[in-house]
């Protein structure tokens, strides 16, 4: 299959993106026609249906003419629409090699079905807004938007002018995704915030593919986003990181700096099993993974850390200890709940690092409970993880001694081990009870802060650790009785379906 056609089966799978208007800005490519027919064509499982043109450059009286014309098989004729779109490009002065351009632009799951009129007015907003096609500019590129599906349309242009001149077309992420946020709101649709850097890269389908093919149960991207972040939150000091992450069996690779060899500036992970075509480790860099895993990141973390902690004083506590441990454990997090709820408008620095802390206990109670498999709580944490993060990678200044409390039983329940009985087992899940409140109190002050992603995943996190705990513990017959740690992870799962 060719590349333009490719590219396109992805942007029209099932999975919805968790907000609206998402302009989704594609490879460019050079298969005009077979972009073409797969659009007006049944699509890959039959999910296109009355695939038309909503939008195109010479305006809406137009339409009718320029609609493909469909044969009695039921198949669509694209070569007149195809040559039309290409006249420009063959008739360029100095034409680019790849010359089609296209995004998808998707809305919520929760927005009403928009018309083809509206649909038409966003495609006519998102091609002028990044340029190609500026409002009242007859001699622009020529472009048409084709809606197959109640929910989408794909907006196909050829980048050289009827003039002749080439159009780069630079940032148009940035220019598309601006437009769509005023399209939002002019329209009424759900709205998400600003890009602020907080979400930590999604495996490409060229790694789902590779992994799908090899039979992997898990992407090597997540899976070392996992163990990275376990080894961060565990750790008291970068030795301790590195020596965690090899005795994890990852694979570690350090940076070191170009004027000052002796001084390591950043690390790469690797899976001894995951290779390049010849044969070589495929690295991931800890800003490839998530925003906050960065080398100066951590190194800001673990210089947080209360002043009494060491790596040698870091002792697993006993089994008679661990109850305790995450009675503590909740009732630092029952302050940083309270903190959070009495003072919304507190300092910035405040906040984060209550925050940040939470975080931390909540990913060391996930491998407390589900270990290196992941589960439920595992996939929570990283949602509520991307609550967390400061926008564009800011570094806090000072922490809350709240947080550092937070931190330093972090490091404790990550010393405990995995859960051994149902004393351990019932603790824990009060602690949950209180992070979930911390996501709760996050999600208002994110909603009064317009992080709009944000917001959207702390109150996620709140709602999932609710229902688990709450659910969880409603289920044991009596306190010397609690829930096993199996019924956490059932819980999670039917919590997970119910939300998604």
């Not at 090899?246 to 690797?270: F, W």
């Not at 206990?361 to 993060?389: C, K, Q």
Request: with cysteine.
């Amino acid at each position: 299959m060719r590349a333009g056609t490719r590219q396109t089966r992805r942007s029209c799978g099932r999975h919805r993106p968790a907000a609206a208007l998402i302009p989704a800005i594609h490879p460019r490519g050079t298969n005009l026609g077979g972009l073409l027919r797969y659009l007006f064509g049944p699509g890959k499982a039959e999910e296109h249906v009355n695939p038309h043109l909503v939008a195109a450059w010479s305006g809406p009286s137009q339409l009718p003419s320029l609609e493909p014309p469909t044969h009695a098989s039921g198949r669509h004729d694209i070569r007149a629409l195809a040559r039309l779109l290409e006249q420009p490009v063959r008739a360029g002065r100095n034409p680019p090699q790849k010359f089609v351009w296209h995004t998808s632009v998707r809305n919520h799951i929760t927005d009403r079905i928009l018309t083809d009129s509206q649909w038409a007015h966003i495609a006519a907003e998102i091609v002028a807004a990044v340029g190609i096609a500026p409002h009242g500019d007859p001699d622009a590129v020529r472009w048409v938007a084709v809606r197959h599906a109640d929910d989408h349309i794909h907006i196909v242009a050829t980048l050289v002018r009827q003039d002749g001149e080439t159009v780069w077309a630079w940032n148009e992420r940035v220019k598309a995704q601006a437009a769509a946020r005023d399209l939002e709101q002019r329209y009424g649709l759900y709205q998400v915030g600003p890009v602020d850097h907080t979400s930590h890269r999604r495996p490409t389908a060229a790694e789902q593919n590779k992994s799908h093919r090899q039979g992997r149960p898990e992407i090597p991207r997540n899976k070392l986003r996992r163990e990275v972040r376990t080894a961060a939150v565990a750790a008291v000091d970068e030795d301790d990181f590195l020596s965690r992450l090899q005795s994890a069996g990852v694979l570690v690779r350090l940076r070191h700096s170009t004027i000052n060899p002796d001084e390591v500036t950043g690390y790469a992970v690797g899976l001894p099993d995951h290779h390049t075509s010849s044969g070589d480790t495929v690295w991931y860099g800890g800003g490839r993974l998530a925003p906050d895993l960065t080398l100066p990141q951590l190194r800001q973390l673990w210089g947080m850390l209360p002043g009494t902690t060491s790596r040698g004083g870091m002792r697993r506590p006993e089994a008679r200890h661990r109850t305790d441990t995450f009675r503590r454990a909740t009732a630092a997090a029952d302050r940083g709940a309270r903190l959070l709820a009495e003072d919304p408008t507190g300092g910035e620095d405040h906040i984060a690092s209550l925050a940040y802390a939470a975080a931390d206990v909540l990913a060391s109670t996930a491998r407390a409970f589900e270990g290196r498999r992941g589960g439920p709580l595992t996939d929570i944490s990283e949602t509520f993880d991307r609550a967390v993060r400061e926008p564009h990678g800011r570094r806090l200044s000072q922490w809350h001694p709240v947080a550092g409390q937070l931190l330093s039983m972090s490091r404790l329940i990550s010393a405990a081990g995995r859960l051994s009985n149902d004393d351990d087992t019932a603790a824990a899940l009060q602690l949950v009870l209180r992070v979930s409140m911390i996501a709760n109190n996050l999600a208002i002050i994110r909603e009064a802060q317009d992080r709009l992603h944000q917001a959207s995943a702390a109150r996620l996190a709140a709602d999932r650790l609710q229902t688990i705990a709450t659910a969880s513990l409603s289920h044991a017959p009596a306190p010397a009785v609690p829930v096993s740690a199996a019924t956490v992870r059932s819980t999670g799962e039917r919590a997970s379906r119910r939300n998604a």
